[in-house]
């Protein structure tokens, strides 16, 4: 597979015994390929190693469970999006007791005759009416890999973690994981934002979900947005690990997600800040263990924490250490608290409103406390001063998300294909191809006729004016765009005009393109790019 400068999908790994002699040193010649840009890849090591010469017969392995959770799905009004809720009184177990449990009839996957086809079983039945779904997992730190196994062994990774087992002792520890069918992994980014692998030891397969590190900002503000109550004790809120949200929600906002079939004798890696979730297909045993690199050094420097009241969740650990072995030249600032700098993964507007905080400061137009609250808000919770977004309004601000929801009923309703003969589109008036294309021409027309209009109130000329308002240097043909914050913006669909009917939720096939008739901005924006300047 030839990499590309925007490789955004999960890539596979082939490599030899050589190199994974020197783990650390593959990972960073994977991400010299862009593998890191897709959250996730996949590993599949050579034939001649063997993790676990002597096999998985679970009656011979001394592990006994502490800690079994009996998982519980509390749905929610918006279809594709719940939460889950751990009952830790469940009795301690074995791994013959635990198996024994994942493989009775009661927690039996249904039959399926591909993953695709037990990945749309699994979504039905977390979402659908009826008492809540249960299942049960397992947490134990614990290896299953030989010791004497010298590649590869998760209890012995080469990463800059190693030797700190002070700093941080439980990270640099394997565990296992057991899980059955339906035993759900929410969204989740993993501690101090570092690196994870993950090897599937025995068992059924995993689906997991991964949301590209650069889309990060993007999953959080839909969490935020479909669990308001939660965003109002902790900002942070995906950092508890128990919220879930179907792929196909995620696509519908315009978050990018990707798919991994985690097999039986493979390993995942996931990359810093990469959100990832899933579920599995049956019982199955599992190892992880987090580790690093160099590059994840400001990463750990820039982590946003857990911030509510209940700081058992969060795990943290001092990087002094780090800073001074890879940033030396940093290490003053840091231990004074001057080494302020953005999260690699920060969008641009945060970006633009640091460099604006900073011109501020330069110029005396807040004062160094003033900077100094600012920059801590934005720290937590990349929150934007009221002035800044009033001077830059068409950016994509966290509390201008427009979430996208999705009928109730999507996730049981089989795609359907139309074949050639049927001509008709299901839930516009059963249109035909001939009317369908001549709604499009008319409409095509009356956007000509009405070129400049689409805004409640506005005139071309005064469109116009505004436009003229601004320079761009690039010679750039900027659009007005809607401003999200007025009635007309926030009105919802009506789903009966010829417009939402259209729609592909509504039976339609998308050929007119537009927003419902009733959703019209009273307050359109110009929009701008990083170029764009404001006539003085």
């Known amino acids: 597979m030839k990499p590309s400068s925007d490789q955004t999908k999960p ?46 017969d679970l009656a011979e392995m001394d592990i006994k469970i502490k800690k079994q959770l009996e998982q519980s799905i509390c749905k929610t009004k918006v279809a594709g999006a719940f939460t889950t809720k751990s009952d830790r009184s469940i009795p301690s177990s074995t791994l013959p007791g635990y198996q024994r449990l994942a493989t009775s009839s009661n ?20 979402t659908e009416d009826g008492p809540p779904s249960l299942a049960y997992k397992a947490k134990v730190q614990a290896t ?37 069918w339906k035993t759900t992994s929410c969204w989740q980014v993993e501690d101090m934002d570092l690196y994870a692998v993950n090897y599937l030891h025995h068992g059924a397969p995993k689906t997991r979900y991964c949301v590209p590190p650069q889309f990060g900002y993007k999953l959080e503000q839909v969490a935020q947005k479909l669990f308001p109550g939660v965003t109002g004790s902790c900002f942070n809120l ?30 995942l890696v996931f990359f810093p800040h990469a959100f990832h979730a ?58 004074q608290g001057r080494d302020f700098a953005l999260h690699p993964e920060d969008p641009e507007f945060v970006q633009r409103y640091c460099g604006d905080m900073k011109t501020r400061l330069y110029l005396g137009f807040i004062t160094n406390t003033e900077f100094e609250r600012l920059r801590e808000s934005l720290k937590l919770k990349r929150k934007i001063a009221k ?19 999705r009928d109730e009923n999507y996730l049981n309703t089989p795609v359907l294909k139309l074949k050639k003969s049927d001509k008709s589109v299901k839930g516009v008036d059963k249109l035909s191809t001939s009317n369908h294309m001549a709604v499009k021409k008319k409409h095509r027309q009356d956007v000509v006729v009405k070129k400049g209009f689409g805004f409640k109130g506005e005139k071309f000329e005064d469109l116009k004016a505004k436009r003229s308002l601004f320079q761009c ?26 417009y939402c009917l259209d729609k592909p939720r509504n039976g339609g096939k998308l050929v007119l393109k537009q927003k419902c008739k009733k959703r019209v901005c009273e307050s359109p924006k110009m929009g701008t790019c990083p170029m764009c300047r404001l006539k003085v």
């Open 473 to 498: 240097p690039s010679n750039k043909k900027h659009k007005f765009k809607a401003c999200r914050t007025c009635s007309g913006c926030k009105e919802e669909d009506c789903n009966t005009c010829v």
């Open 387 to 405: 002035w800044f977004k009033e001077k830059f309004p068409n950016l994509d601000y966290t509390d201008h998300f427009e979430l996208v929801k």
């Open 144 to 180: 299953l890999t030989d010791p004497d196994q010298a590649v590869l062994n998760l209890a012995n990774l080469s990463s800059i973690l190693f030797g700190m087992t002070e700093e941080v002792p439980d990270l640099c520890l394997p565990h296992l994981s057991l899980g059955m």
């Open 11 to 56: 890539m596979t790994f082939y490599p030899s015994l050589e190199e994974l002699s020197s783990f650390d040193k593959y990972v960073a010649n994977m991400e010299s390929q862009c593998a890191h840009k897709a959250g996730v890849a996949k590993i599949v090591p050579p034939k001649n190693w063997v993790a676990r010469k002597v096999g998985y």
């Open 238 to 267: 995906l950092r508890h690990k128990d919220i879930m949200i179907s792929p196909k929600l995620l696509l519908d906002n315009n978050i990018p997600v990707n798919k991994v079939v985690h097999e039986q004798g493979t390993f």
């Open 107 to 126: 927690h039996l996957p249904p039959q399926h005759t591909s993953s695709d086809d037990l990945e749309q079983l699994y979504w039905k039945q977390v």
């Open 278 to 335: 899933g579920f599995d297909h049956g019982f199955n045993i599992s190892e992880i263990a987090n580790f690093a690199l160099p590059r994840w050094v400001e990463y750990g420097k820039r982590f946003r924490e857990c911030l509510c009241t209940n700081k058992k969740r969060s795990v943290s650990f001092k990087m002094d250490k780090f800073v001074e072995k890879f940033q030396p030249e940093m290490l003053s600032c840091w231990k």
